[in-house]
């Protein structure tokens, strides 16, 4: 199973950028598709955006479309989230999350899971 360690989050005023990265180990990382969840408080946890192995094609959920950019680094074995005009309703804790069916937004067709990275976008 895989490890996943993510870093990046912080605080930052609306219309502000952040870059998440997630460090996998464990594995052979692109054999993987990756994928970037957020949870927010009381919510449930959503998904955001994830990309194939071969980082050529990528998916949004469409609150993102157009703002965030999921990239992948394979000689590194990392994942990146580039989130830019962010919006006080991005607030959440982001995970990464390795994946092997390409297209799926349901968590449950993530395996190994990050910790988490706290985002907060202020108003």
């Known amino acids: 199973q895989a490890q996943l360690v993510e870093s990046g989050g912080g605080l930052v005023q609306a219309g502000g950028s952040l870059r998440l990265s997630c460090a996998v180990s464990?594995?052979?990382?692109?054999?993987?598709?990756m994928g970037w969840f957020r949870q927010a408080p009381g919510r449930e946890r959503e998904f955001v955006a994830a990309?194939?192995?071969?980082?050529?094609?990528?998916y949004y959920t469409d609150s993102v479309k157009g703002r965030f950019t999921i990239s992948r680094d394979n000689n590194k074995d990392m994942v990146f989230l580039e989130m830019n005009s962010l919006k006080p309703e991005d607030t959440a804790v982001y995970y990464c999350?390795?994946?092997?069916?390409?297209?799926?937004?349901?968590?449950?067709?993530?395996?190994?899971w990050g910790q988490g990275t706290q985002v907060t976008v202020s108003s």
């Open positions: 990309i194939n192995w071969r980082g050529t094609r990528t």
């Open positions: 464990g594995r052979t990382f692109n054999d993987y598709v």
């Open positions: 999350a390795t994946g092997s069916h390409y297209g799926s937004t349901l968590s449950t067709d993530f395996r190994s």
